[in-house]
């Protein structure tokens, strides 16, 4: 079956712009979690949303938010985009919610390469 | 409070000899563990995960990981690297807040 899809996959914007990047997960899968990826702070979860609802929040500013839909596929939005926002990011698709037992099988996209100028 | 640490952030090995990439966790509780690799330009893909059976996981890939809980320990291993091992490794905990804590990465070279 289809893995998780990531679009797009890379992305040019400027200070101030805003952008919305969307993913949609594994069939069936009903939980979607992003991270941040950069060079200098590694791997950063984001947050998690199962069944539309947002289950988890990393430590990152309001700028960043996100919302999933009823066929589980999901956006995250950042406002207002600086510099430092400039990473690949990472959405990840499970069966059940992180909160689970025996969960962490995470399905990952490519994610997308936000440049931001 | 969950953390791990991956404590070289990069190691190379040559082809054919065997593999050990480091990792030490801090939990409050029992914890699950997992590794993963992530190619160029590729997202994260999930080599093995640990939750509380055996302490001895084999992953694929042939790389293997022992759970050792007096040491805080949960170090990936693979008897001999192939070029195609190159890449990022993340060794992560998981917390009892629905919450994934990644290590740092190690970048894994192989020389011919």
């Known amino acids: 079956k289809a893995g998780v899809t990531q679009t797009p996959r890379y992305l040019i914007k400027t200070r101030g712009q805003q952008v919305t990047l969307s993913c949609s997960p594994i069939s069936g899968h009903r939980s979607v979690s992003w991270y941040q990826q950069t060079p200098g702070q590694g791997l950063q979860f984001l947050f998690e949303y199962f069944s539309e609802t947002q289950r988890n929040k990393g430590n990152f500013p309001g700028r960043f938010s996100g919302r999933q839909f009823s066929n589980s596929r999901s956006e995250m939005n950042v406002s207002t985009l600086e510099l430092g926002d400039s990473a690949l990011y990472l959405c990840?698709?499970?069966?059940?919610?992180?909160?689970?037992?025996?969960?962490?099988?995470?399905?990952f996209g490519e994610g997308s390469r936000l440049t931001v100028l | 409070a969950q953390s791990v640490t991956q404590l070289d952030s990069h190691v190379s090995v040559s082809e054919g000899t065997p593999v050990l990439l480091r990792c030490n966790y801090s939990s409050s509780y029992s914890p699950s563990l997992f590794w993963y690799v992530q190619h160029p330009n590729k997202g994260l893909q999930l080599l093995l995960k640990?939750?509380?059976?055996?302490?001895l996981v084999k992953g694929i890939n042939g790389f293997e990981a022992e759970f050792k809980k007096s040491e805080t320990s949960f170090h990936l291993t693979k008897p001999s690297a192939h070029m195609s091992d190159a890449a990022e490794y993340f060794c992560v905990v998981e917390s009892g807040a629905n919450n994934l804590f990644f290590g740092t990465g190690t970048r894994l070279t192989v020389i011919p």
């Open positions: 640990y939750t509380s059976a055996a302490t």
């Open positions: 990840a698709s499970s069966l059940e919610s992180l909160a689970a037992s025996n969960t962490g099988e995470l399905f």
